[in-house]
């Protein structure tokens, strides 16, 4: 095989009849994210996106606002152009089916399908929705008038058509599916497309003669009164984009090595956009990855609901890169996923604030302490081959997981360097070997901690370009394809730096930023928002006694996970024992504990409790005590509340 060392990755082309939601966010950041690991693995990568803005559709939605239709496509092209620029989107061409270049390019290919006799005219009758922008015969209808996919009324059109001769390539895209087991991603929407092409193709009406918003037919046809159907107009961008027809001299990028597109438009794409490709004797592409909806709090997402996610605001208020990881991280790909401030906000404290952030800040805290912020890596394989080793076999997997869009697995992956770092921190005691004088070690923990967490920054940036460029700044290194090769591929570490301090990268959120986002019921009074008249702070509603407080006051109490990685008797005390316990900070914690009665020193070693963590610190019995066990005690005696199953130190409670 070939090594193709050209990608080229696209998103569909966005109708301009409405503005930007979450949804094409979606698709536009996955495309992003892989263009932005193609350049960093080193391959020339061509990333398009743009706006589709022919069609009936659009025409209504213009006139509807009384602007032609060109003036209209023009006003929301830029709207999603403007967002993609303000998102950082690094796409090398947004295209628009105006361009007169793209417009060139689907006359060429008309001509050419025709020279191939793959076109012949003939008369339309049937059914059209103009919504989808589909033909559907009348044995698909509901009700024998109501469209199959979106259920609106259909028009009848009886008008003079070209055809393209789709039936002719039913067998052409069979083989094409079966010999290619990865053409559409993922593998189960390829069985679905292969049951439906087996079932048999009709030709497929490709121009329209009752409007006149689209690529009008090349002059050699002499058949003026047609446009183009929207759908081949548009298919065809992939490669108009690339000059076909016109100037070719970026047509090398094709094939495409991956095609993102929501699973309600793979019918276009993996059935009429490959006959069209093998009718103009072009290779097909590689992927066609087909991902699935979002909806929000468990509801579809539509203008009439009111209740769209505006993807700029969700970026303004919770991080653009936050956003980026969530969206990713949360659905396996070509799953539906469903879009709430609670799983945002859980993916920010828990994967990037304790996992991710924590790390930096112990790094941060351990070098500083011990080595005024120096950090050397010469000797961190002498003493932690073994960590070394698990990192690179997690890294080792992950490119293949990127190509095949398995990102949520991608990710998933790559949090485990980050177990592999914050475990070693809580193994090796850094503060234990200062105070043994065990200094390389220390040192090489540090050297440890750095690197891993310098190849996560690398993987980590297609999808968090700019928070792992700040956490690259810290560590004194760049994010290239010099040192993806080296780091990730190779064994290189970091040179010796001096660590910069960075302000915490994911700050705690403690409730919904946007509370319009929110779902009605449960809407949140927002933070600085006044308390109504007569509720005083902890009185809002008596129940049975018990004062009620709202969830921002409990968010008030940090509570973590700590290990007790320290346990003695407080001499003269029967009730003390002194306690080291680790929160995942840089040094343990001292914790003075009045629960001798039911536990023994020893039997608390190694294990977990949760830890009120933002007390402020107090003496007892002259010893400094900074934080408090939370324990449950009633006519048999006190029990810790502990975790079901071990956590990482520090993990948040909540
Ligand atoms: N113009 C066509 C595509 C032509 S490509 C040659 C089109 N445009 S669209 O604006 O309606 O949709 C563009 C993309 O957004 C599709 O991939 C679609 O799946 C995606 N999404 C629209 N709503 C969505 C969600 N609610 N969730 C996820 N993606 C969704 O179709």
Redesign the pocket.
Known sequence: MSCHKKAYITT????VNDVA????A??TIIADTISRYSRLSGLDTYFLTGT?EHGQKIEHSALARGKSPQEYADEISATFRNLWDEFGISYDRFIRTTDADHKAGVQKAFLKMKEKGDIYKDVYKGHYCISCETFFPKSQLVDDEFCPECGRATTVVEEESYFFRLSDYQDKLLEWYNNNPECILPKSKRNEVIRFVEGGLDDLSITRTSFDWGVKLPEEMNDPKHVMYVWLD??M??VTALGYGTDEKNMDYWPARVQL?????LR?HAIYWPAFLMSLDLPLPKHIAA?????RDGEK?SKSKGNVVNPKEVADAYGLDNFRYFMLREVPFGGDGDFSQKALIDRINSDLGNDLGNLLNRLIGMSGKYFDGLVKSDEVVQYYKAEIDEVNESLAKLEPLMFEMQLHRYLEELWRPLGVANRAIDKYQPWTMMKEGREAEAMALNGLIANILAKVAIMLYPVMPQVMQEIAGALSFKISNENWSSFIKGDGMLADFTIKKVPPLFPRIEEPLLAHVEPKAEEPAKKDEPKKEGKAKSEVKESEGIALIGIDQFFQTSLKIGTIIKAEEVEKSQKLLLLQVDLGEAEPRQVVAGIREWYSAESLIGTQACVVANLKPAKLMGMKSEGMLLAAKDENGLSLIRPEAPKKSGTAIG
């Open positions: 569909p082309i966005y109708y939601h979450i949804g094409h979606y698709t589709d548009a298919l961008n992939y597109i929501g699973k309600d438009i276009f991902h699935g909806w979002w909806t997402m």
